[in-house]
């Protein structure tokens, strides 16, 4: 009887091991190149010295590539995106946890990605990897609209949004 546990057990264990549950949804997969304007709102307002805070940021624009192997021209899209990082108005890092959800289907089709991104004054790069597989680049401009204002609120420590435009193009397909 002990026998045919342990067998039943292993059984059980290598099916599960060996792939995704029945019923389990494949992620959705992306490749090609977004453009997009956002603006990133900050748990900390920013100032001249740098600091931990976190941020949210939503972001819309269009890709042209494919989804899911089907291609697309100028698709519409939402980023939505919570995030951690070491500021200031001068620069820093961050870390994202994102969701891309483009305008297919009848709830949209959400991508899952992470970004690693750095930075000084108004220019940001960052690496992006899919959360299943894939990576890419992002660049994000905040120049066009760093006027008088911002460079008042971040002399006074009180820089609590800013917007951006960015570009995003894969290396290799994205998925998650």
Request: aromatic content about 6%.
């Given at each position: ?19 995704p ?5 494949k992620?959705n997969?992306f490749?090609?190149t977004?453009h ?7 748990g900390?307002?920013?100032?001249n010295?740098p600091?931990a805070t ?11 590539g494919?989804l899911?192997?089907?291609p697309m021209?100028?698709?519409p899209?939402v980023n ?8 200031s108005c001068?620069?820093?890092r961050?870390?994202?946890?994102d969701t ?29 990897r ?7 680049v992002?660049?994000?401009n905040?120049a066009?609209?760093v006027d ?12 609590e ?6 570009t ?7 998925s998650g």
């Amino acid at each position: 009887m002990a026998r045919r546990t342990i067998g039943v057990a292993l059984t059980i264990f290598f099916a599960l091991a060996a792939g995704p549950a029945l019923g389990a949804e494949k992620p959705n997969r992306f490749e090609g190149t977004c453009h997009m304007s956002g603006e990133v709102r900050f748990g900390t307002p920013l100032g001249n010295l740098p600091r931990a805070t976190t941020f949210t940021d939503s972001a819309t624009g269009a890709c042209t590539g494919t989804l899911n192997g089907e291609p697309m021209n100028d698709l519409p899209f939402v980023n939505s995106v919570s995030g951690t990082g070491f500021l200031s108005c001068g620069g820093g890092r961050t870390s994202t946890h994102d969701t891309l959800t483009f305008a297919r289907g009848k709830h949209g089709t959400p991508v899952h990605i992470t970004v690693e991104a750095a930075g000084g004054l108004t220019q940001l790069v960052g690496y992006v990897r899919g959360a299943t597989a894939g990576h890419g680049v992002v660049e994000a401009n905040l120049a066009p609209y760093v006027d008088q204002s911002v460079l008042d609120a971040c002399q006074a420590g009180r820089l609590e949004s800013v917007r951006y435009d960015a570009t995003a193009r894969t290396i290799t397909p994205i998925s998650g």
